[in-house]
């Protein structure tokens, strides 16, 4: 007969989540499913305003050099000029002074208007994008650790639903600058990009959902949920625009505004929905204090100290160190496979980053193509990425479990098993596998993309490079296997600081690297990104695969351990 021991350590008690032992029905027990929905309405509404938000910047920074030069015309008798045309003939006698006297007037704010199609218009708007994007980097590498920390102290749903206020905030302001252009000024679009960091971006939305992902399921299946979180960003990705192009023309005219109040309606009602949705972690129940009293709490006693010890505390570089746990339960294999998949994670995040906007300006330099045929290519390496993370990676796991005779796990996280300090303290082979194939599926993509001389051959490699998209998955899985349940969020929070630096860097590099050879050798930018990938695929050499079991070091290391509750039912082996 089995007996399952819970670890009483001395330090028990500082340790912020407790877990019940009462039994609970079933609407009010944590499950992935309870999460999907609202995960999928968030991405779909960041999908479907993501080109308005863009036109909106784009339309105001018009209105205002427009403005200026219909100021400066008398002088000069000077006149922008579209390019390629934009919707007009560029260069052409028609234009007369008196249409460009009306041209700021007749810009339609977060629309798409082709007499913004300037050079002066499209560099004001890229630097305008560079400074917003590196001020939403910055702020959310500093708050995701953060969100990530309070999350293992107060559960998961009520950060996620605070991060994702503030980002219907964000949203708010960007709609009010879009309604009232005259009363508020271009600079107020900034406040959005500053509320987009505080939030922690799409990067603490996603860690957020794999830390609510990791604490209700079972090691063997983590994979497959955090791949159906990440298929559902793919899929709001590639259906997001779309979806926002059919509401803006529903009416039969453009209105871009109706796409903004819908994603402010979507993000709303997510956060109401949010309000039903179980807690993963289960907190200590005996704690009937109001929320803001021990949130203020949590402040004041992280407070306390000099100004040297506060200046530790906020220092987002000292959350990395659970990245390398160092500790008398954790053995060198864990602390090297932490280490190694968080190194692998952040590479494969910045080559996809990095590689967005490359692709855009490379296919339109290489094949001529214009906005239709990226919306396309866009939708179709989405999609594919969606399949292999949906529909792939549950696929194969399916196969490998079959194929090796594998009963069901027994082993359980967190609050399905009670035990705090469960953890798998091994990765599968099955992982690494999937790393592996996902890296070498990365690398044959992008080689492609280097050495594609025709569009079809170019989306095809797109296709071929979406299986990259497993790696992310299993990446995130496999490090939540290796660390107790209480320390998942500050685990993918430390990631999330990661991939928001790689934010920053990686687009920026990849630019500057395009920039540099356009006229010489374009294609050069996806051999370096290949070669990223190439590095990631020899870290895998570093991981160390184990069995999977509950790695409890209690009884050689002289603790206290003491039966869990008696009727409470655990599942053992089959």
């Not at 008398?74 to 390629?84: I, T």
């Not at 992008?446 to 797109?462: D, E, K, M, R």
Request: charged fraction near 15%; include cysteine; charge should be neutral.
């Amino acid at each position: 007969m089995s007996h399952t021991y819970q670890r009483v350590s001395e330090h028990e008690n500082d340790d912020p989540p407790s877990y019940e032992a009462t039994p609970k029905a079933w609407f009010n027990q944590p499950s992935v499913f309870w999460l999907l929905p609202v995960f999928l309405l968030f991405n779909l509404a960041m999908g479907a305003t993501s080109m308005p938000r863009m036109n909106v910047i784009t339309s105001l920074i018009c209105r205002n050099i427009l403005t200026k030069e219909m100021a400066a015309e008398p002088q000069d008798g000077a006149m922008l000029q579209p390019r390629h045309g934009g919707g007009m003939s560029g260069g052409s006698a028609n234009m007369s002074a008196a249409a460009g006297n009306h041209s700021a007037s007749a810009i339609i704010i977060g629309d798409y208007n082709p007499i913004c199609a300037m050079k002066e218009v499209e560099s004001a708007t890229a630097m305008f994008n560079l400074w917003g994007n590196l001020i939403a980097g910055v702020i959310a590498a500093v708050a995701t650790p953060f969100w990530g920390k309070l999350s293992d102290h107060f559960g998961r749903v009520k950060p996620l639903a605070a991060a994702t206020t503030v980002m219907l905030f964000s949203e708010a302001v960007m709609v009010l600058v879009a309604k009232f252009p005259d009363a508020l000024p271009l600079g107020w679009v900034y406040l959005t990009f500053v509320l987009e960091g505080m939030s922690g971006s799409f990067i603490l939305i996603m860690a957020l959902a794999s830390s609510y992902a990791a604490d209700c399921t079972r090691s063997e299946d983590r994979n497959v949920a955090l791949g159906w979180f990440h298929g559902s960003m793919f899929f709001g990705m590639a259906a997001g625009p779309a979806f926002g192009g059919f509401l803006g023309m529903s009416g039969g005219k453009s209105n871009p505004m109706l796409v903004f109040y819908t994603g402010l309606a979507m993000r709303a009602f997510g956060i109401l929905f949010l309000i039903m949705v179980p807690e993963s972690l289960q907190l200590n129940i005996a704690d009937r204090r109001p929320l803001r009293v021990q949130v203020l709490d949590y402040l004041r006693e992280h407070s306390r100290g000099s100004w040297a010890d506060k200046l530790k505390r906020v220092n987002p570089i000292r959350l990395l160190r659970i990245l390398s746990p160092a500790n008398a339960h954790v053995d060198k294999s864990t602390q090297r496979n932490v280490l190694a998949l968080a190194s692998i994670n952040t590479i494969l995040f910045g080559a996809m980053m990095g590689a967005m906007n490359v692709m855009m300006l490379y296919s339109e330099f290489r094949f001529g193509w214009g906005n239709k045929e990226s919306g396309i290519f866009l939708s179709t390496v989405n999609v594919f990425r969606t399949l292999a993370t949906v529909v792939v990676l549950p696929l194969v796991i399916m196969l490998s479990r079959r194929f090796s005779g594998s009963k069901r796990p027994s082993f359980k996280h967190a609050h399905t098993s009670n035990s705090k300090d469960d953890t798998v303290s091994h990765i599968d082979s099955l992982d690494i596998f999937l790393l592996r194939i996902s890296i070498l599926s990365d690398t044959i993509g992008y080689i492609g993309y280097a050495i594609s001389p025709t569009g079809a051959l170019f989306t095809l490699s797109g296709a071929i490079a979406s299986l990259g998209a497993i790696g992310l998955a299993t990446s995130e899985a496999s490090m939540t296997k290796l660390l107790p349940a209480s320390q998942t969020g500050e685990l993918l929070g430390a990631l999330g600081l990661l991939q928001a630096l790689a934010r920053i860097i990686a687009p920026t590099v990849a630019g500057l690297t395009y920039s540099w050879t356009t006229e010489s050798m374009p294609q050069i930018v996806f051999w370096g990104i290949a070669f990223c990938f190439a590095v990631a695929g020899l870290l895998t050499a570093v991981l160390k695969a184990g069995k999977a079991g509950s790695h409890v070091k209690g009884e050689e290391d002289g603790e206290i351990m003491v039966p869990l509750q008696a009727d409470k039912q655990y599942d053992g082996p089959e």
